[in-house]
């Protein structure tokens, strides 16, 4: 049997998978990205292996992607965390039907990812440079109300009252708008409750760029948030995907990309071994553009014209 690796290195969050040859999860992990981005990730890779009982050298292939992709030296490839959130969630949804949409919202950024009929990007717009509408605050707003973040989905449902009006478009803003209604008495039920609907419709902006097409994928770690999940529903007038793991879709996604490097490299290895001396591959493809339908599988070979200086050749070759 031959196990692949996936580590996705977020701005506040290290996700690792590793599969089987039959791309089954077989273990996952979350841990802190931290300071030490390397280190951190490194640690927490090694502990899932310990974990299922396996061992550095018993993994055939690591694929990274994510903000610190580049900073883990030990991977065998590196992969844009769009591509391969894309992939871990058309794997991952599959006995649900086709994904068309997915909504990914992480510690410090929120994505909306297009797909086509066959599971391909075909578009994707992030915002990236404001912590509005982002894990980041929603832990900004659980502190605040001297909460646990993984309480907030319970508070939502306790809301007895309308949801508090919640309209800052800024994290700053919008932490000094908590306060401020907590000074005048508003419940902390009723000020999640507002909040979770702020981020739905600030989100469902950033997906309406895109294009809204069933099926929907919702993951990220604020996928657990049940209140969130609900407010994005109520929003899109939809129902969402939730996968169990919500935040290891995209590990899952290098994982099998980096399953698919493997298996190419092999089966090129083997093409060039047999091809005759003469034929040389075409045009060498990159993994991305296999995994999203615009390459075969294997490249196809062609003969080289061969040049000629006899005096009786009308080719025209200089």
């Known amino acids: ?32 990205t931290g300071a030490l981005v ?68 992480g ?10 009929e066959d599971g391909n990007v075909c578009n994707f717009a992030m915002n990236d440079r404001c912590a509005a509408g982002t894990g980041r605050f929603l832990d900004m707003a659980a502190r605040n109300l001297e909460i646990e973040v993984t309480d907030l989905g319970e508070f939502h449902y306790n809301a007895q009252g309308t949801p508090a009006a919640v309209n800052a478009t800024c994290a700053v803003f919008a932490e ?20 979770h609907f702020s981020i739905a419709k600030r989100t469902i ?7 809204v097409e069933e099926l929907l994928y919702f993951d990220g770690g604020p996928a657990l948030n049940k209140g969130l999940v609900a407010s994005l529903e109520d929003e899109l007038g939809k129902r969402l995907v939730i996968p169990e793991f919500p935040q290891v879709t995209t590990a899952y996604g290098a994982a099998i ?5 493997y298996l190419f490299e092999k089966e090129e290895d083997t093409e060039e ?15 991305k553009d296999i995994l999203l339908g615009k390459s075969p599988l294997i490249p196809i070979a062609s003969e080289e014209p061969a040049s000629s200086c006899g005096t009786s050749c009308s080719s025209g070759c200089k």
């Open 205 to 211: 902006r950033l997906v309406k760029r895109v294009g």
């Open 107 to 116: 510690g410090q950024d929120s994505k909306a990812i297009s797909l086509d």
């Open 273 to 287: 071994v047999e091809m005759e001396p003469a034929l040389k591959p075409k045009e060498k493809k990159s993994i």
């Open 1 to 32: 049997m031959e196990y692949f690796a996936g580590i996705d290195i977020g701005s506040t969050a290290v996700k690792v998978a590793v599969t089987d040859s039959d791309r089954q999860i077989i273990g996952s992990k979350v841990a802190k």
């Open 176 to 195: 000094s708008e908590i306060i401020g209604l907590l000074g005048k008495g508003h419940g902390r039920e009723e000020i999640v409750k507002g909040i």
């Open 38 to 105: 390397y280190k951190n990730a490194q640690t927490a890779f090694l502990a899932l292996l310990d974990e299922v009982g396996l061992k550095r050298k018993d993994i055939t292939y690591l694929t990274t992607t994510g903000y610190g992709r580049k900073l883990f030296e030990d991977a065998d490839e590196t992969i844009s965390e769009i591509t391969a959130n894309a992939i871990g969630a058309k794997q991952v949804g599959k006995p649900f039907g086709t994904i068309r949409t997915i909504i990914n919202i």
């Open 257 to 261: 990309i980096g399953q698919e490097s």
